[in-house]
Nanobody, 123 residues
Framework: QVQLVESGGGSVQAGGSLRLSCAASGLSFSSSTMGWFRQAPGKEREFVAYITWSTEMPRYADSVKGRFTISRDNGKNTMYLQMNSLKPEDTAVYYC????????????????WGQGTQVTVSS
């Protein structure tokens, strides 16, 4: 049974930082593209970043490029999202996802999802 468990969300003022973690179990973590998506109230789920399994090549949404950094530790089956210079528009539930057979920004390309962690950025 695959489980993805996010942690590290919370409330922060604009300009602040948070680091999200995603612990994976039951998944062939080291051979899976992993990613982060987010969903704000009343909006569709949107791509944030992914990282490939082999080259660890990251890709970011334009809205977070230069502020967020995705990384992974295959030995710990854990993925991270370092979020700096946070803005109020970053407020959303952030979801860890994995199991993509190839790198993709499309949510339907991922087989597994975490329960989400809330990130709230106040102005």
């Amino acid at each position: 049974q695959v489980q993805l468990v996010e942690s590290g969300g919370g409330s922060v003022q604009a300009g602040g930082s948070l680091r999200l973690s995603c612990a994976a179990s039951g998944l062939s973590f080291s051979s899976s593209t992993m990613g982060w998506f987010r969903q704000a109230p009343g909006k569709e789920r949107e791509f944030v970043a992914y990282i490939t399994w082999s080259t660890e090549m990251p890709r970011y949404a334009d809205s977070v490029k230069g502020r967020f950094t995705i990384s992974r530790d295959n030995g710990k089956n854990t993925m991270y999202l370092q979020m700096n210079s946070l803005k109020p528009e970053d407020t959303a539930v952030y979801y860890c996802t994995g199991g993509a057979r190839w790198p993709t920004v499309a949510a339907q390309g991922y087989d597994y999802w975490g329960q989400g962690t809330q990130v709230t950025v106040s102005s």
